[in-house]
């Protein structure tokens, strides 16, 4: 009857918005695992207690920019065309109450800081034991990365890259032919003194 095609209707217009925002792949419960092992990770490293603290009732503004930072790398980033990422960004900004300058710089200005201390190569947010460090992770933190260019967009790549090896995740980098996706691979497995 009437309430079955109301049902279908409900049902299409989900999985069309599904579709739309996750730019033709459903998620599914993988995604959402890998979130929360990202999440794990990143309190672990920086040190950060459960439950996080709150401001005035609300998580701290850390907090949230954390969770929404390892949501875009998750479930947005895979989106392949601009539109619906970039609706999908907002939609996880808006979830966690992060203000949209914050989500631009997030997403446009952001420059991941490399570091090197007490045998931890950091990327961003990423941590890597490295416990000898190489002469090109000195210098790539030093900013002498040889045949590196250490532009926003490498170093966002190059921190993403290290996020997923760090928790062992399978990854795939799409791109144009000369983009800097091997570029990057060669530059972390150098630093990690890997061929």
Known sequence: GEGA???EAAEAELASARLSLSGG???SSR???RWCAR???ALAACGAELPPPQEEGRLT???RELVVTEALDTFASPVRRDAPRQKLAALLAAQWSLPAPQLRHLVQLRRPELSLSDGVLAIGRARLP???PTAAAEA???GAGGGFAATRHALVTLERVAASVALGEPLLLVGETGTGKTTVVQQLASMLGQK
């Open 61 to 63: 503004s850390f907090f």
């Open 130 to 132: 490295l416990p000898q």
């Open 31 to 33: 995604e959402l695992f």
């Open 5 to 7: 095609s109301l049902a």
């Open 140 to 142: 790539a933190v030093a």
């Open 39 to 41: 999440m794990e990770a």
């Open 25 to 27: 792949r459903a998620f």
